[in-house]
């Protein structure tokens, strides 16, 4: 934008600040977020999804998400209201220094979700993966005991979700940048919350699996994990084919947009293909080993209904024939290159040093972990400021 000196103050104004270069995704609506919800898309997909149960989340279960801070509620309380048992991780701030003062309980305002909770978890084997309708708290693990995902009570599940961004995002984000307008708090309270519950399974990150798909067409595969895995090379071809197989059997043509990204999981022997999640057509959606614009403007063969010459006819449906998706694997020497060294996620996380430093005194990390949110906030912010103003 030139705003340079002797220009008029009216042409100034009139000029449209420069726009970034746009990427050419077609509208994203709300309807479009709402199919990629685990809700809307567990029920038809059920019979090709690991194990897992949805719990319906009322206002109140949000409501406590959605709060400042982290109180739990305490552990084996048969006296939901107020207790003398604190669950020793953290307590409620009035409380503190008072040893005999009893702890508020939270789960007070959602009793009946939280037993939901405690039944599913021992329903699923004492073990459970947890994830709001879009995200699970992978930011967060750094703040659980087992360092993962892995939840064994609910109050596991409850210091996961409220400490990850990625959740948040999605009960006060989940809209944002659609087409059809913002979100406002009517709408936001009409979204079916759900938290799902998935039977812990010990997976195998080389073989998850991210997939890209345009007009109804697969057209790009590539790791989920951001890892060299050798082995992986040998198989490409069996994994893509396999790959191909389920989308055309499974998803092709029951998936109600045509263009989404879905996750799979192809344990040992490789064999049988597992559907983990679906993303939307969406710059929100991690790319992973592609970028936006190669996926949005990699040429597909198109099929058409021209018959005019059957010489022709059969030269393009040997095109067809031929043309597979791309399948992206990471080489040994790429996690360098790509810019990978960085673990995932580590903008969201606490280094890994202070983390183990300060095991033990949890109370202390949370609140060093706010600080330490909040002055990256404040240097993001910052750093925009900047750019905005260069
Ligand atoms: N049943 C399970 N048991 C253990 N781990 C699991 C289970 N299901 C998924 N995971 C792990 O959790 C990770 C994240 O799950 P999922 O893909 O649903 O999260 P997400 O928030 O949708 O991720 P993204 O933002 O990349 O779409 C998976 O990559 C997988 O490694
Ligand atoms: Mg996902």
């Known amino acids: 934008m030139s705003t340079g000196q002797g220009e008029s103050v009216a042409t100034a104004v009139a000029t449209p600040p420069e726009q970034p270069k746009q990427l050419p995704f077609p509208p994203v609506t709300k309807q479009h977020?709402?199919?990629?919800?685990?809700?809307s898309w567990h029920p038809r997909y059920k019979a090709i999804t690991p194990k897992a149960r949805l719990i319906p989340l009322p206002e109140a279960f949000l409501s406590y998400l959605r709060?400042?801070?982290?109180?739990?509620?305490?552990e084996d309380n048969d006296n939901p209201e107020w207790s003398d048992a604190d669950s020793g991780i953290f307590s409620g701030a009035d409380n503190e220094g008072d040893e005999d003062a009893p702890t508020y309980d939270p789960s007070t305002h959602w009793r009946e979700t939280h037993e939901v909770?405690?039944?599913?978890?021992e329903e699923l084997g004492g073990k459970v993966a947890p994830k709001m309708n879009w995200s699970a708290p992978k930011d967060a693990t750094w703040i659980a005991a087992t360092n993962s995902m892995e939840c064994r009570?609910?109050?596991d599940i409850y210091l996961l979700l409220k400490s990850s961004d990625f959740v948040t995002h999605d009960l006060q984000h989940a809209f944002d940048d659609t087409a059809d307008g913002e979100t406002n708090m009517s709408e936001e309270i009409s979204t079916p919350y759900h938290l799902v519950l998935r039977k812990w399974i010990v997976l195998n990150p080389s073989v998850e699996f991210r997939c890209f798909v345009r007009d109804r067409k697969l057209i790009a595969i590539?790791?989920?994990?951001?890892?060299?895995?050798?082995f992986l090379f040998k198989m490409e071809d069996k994994l893509r084919q396999s790959i191909q197989e389920f989308f055309d059997g499974k998803l092709r043509d029951t998936f109600p947009d045509p263009n989404f990204t879905f996750d799979v999981y192809i344990p040992p022997p490789h064999d049988r293909v597992w559907l983990v999640d679906f993303n939307p057509w969406a710059l929100r959606t991690d790319p992973?080993?592609?970028?936006?614009?190669?996926l949005l403007t990699l040429d597909t063969p198109v099929e058409t209904q021209d018959t005019a010459s059957p010489e022709s006819e059969e030269s393009e449906d040997d095109v067809i024939d031929l043309w597979q998706p791309e399948f992206r694997l990471i080489r040994r020497d790429d996690p360098e290159a790509y810019g990978f060294a960085t673990p995932q996620y580590s903008a969201h996380k606490l280094p890994r040093d202070v983390v183990d430093a300060s095991r033990g005194g949890e109370g202390m990390m949370r609140e060093f972990a706010e600080q330490w949110k909040e002055a990256q906030r404040l240097s993001e912010q910052q750093g925009n400021e900047d750019s905005e103003n260069d």
């Open 33 to 39: 977020i709402l199919n990629c919800s685990y809700h």
């Open 67 to 74: 709060e400042d801070g982290i109180v739990l509620p305490p």
């Open 117 to 121: 909770i405690e039944a599913v978890i």
């Open 153 to 155: 009570t609910p109050n």
């Open 222 to 230: 590539c790791q989920r994990d951001l890892n060299h895995f050798e």
């Open 288 to 294: 992973l080993l592609f970028s936006w614009m190669e």
